[in-house]
């Protein structure tokens, strides 16, 4: 079955830098497509970030353009959310998702000083 598996995240510093894993298996991890995608108490799920099953494709949501980088490893089925320059309103609970409604169990990002 499909498993997504987080790890990463925590508490950061405003200006400082996070980075994210998510761990991938059971399905063929270099056929798809997969995103990162965050959600604060009380509001809906936003989309972060995007990148092709080759890894050259990607797309990023306005708010984290030029500070977040997504990237992966279809060797260790793996892929991450490198996150610099952090700010306060980038608290949240952080997602790896894959097309059909697959979703990780979700990390904890908290952006304090």
């Known amino acids: 079955q499909v498993q997504l598996v987080e790890s990463g995240g925590g508490l950061g510093q405003p200006g400082g830098s996070l980075r994210h894993s998510c761990a991938a298996s059971g399905f063929t991890f270099s056929s798809y497509l997969m995103s990162w995608y965050r959600q604060v108490p009380g509001k809906e799920r936003e989309s972060v970030a995007d990148?092709?099953?080759?890894?050259?494709?990607?797309r990023y949501a306005d708010f984290v353009k030029g500070r977040f980088t997504i990237s992966r490893d279809n060797a260790k089925n793996t892929v991450y959310l490198q996150m610099n320059s952090l700010k306060a309103d980038d608290t949240a609970v952080y997602y790896c998702?894959?097309?059909?409604?697959?979703w990780g169990q979700g990390t904890q990002v908290t952006v304090s000083s």
């Open positions: 990148i092709g099953p080759s890894g050259y494709s990607t």
């Open positions: 998702v894959r097309l059909g409604g697959f």
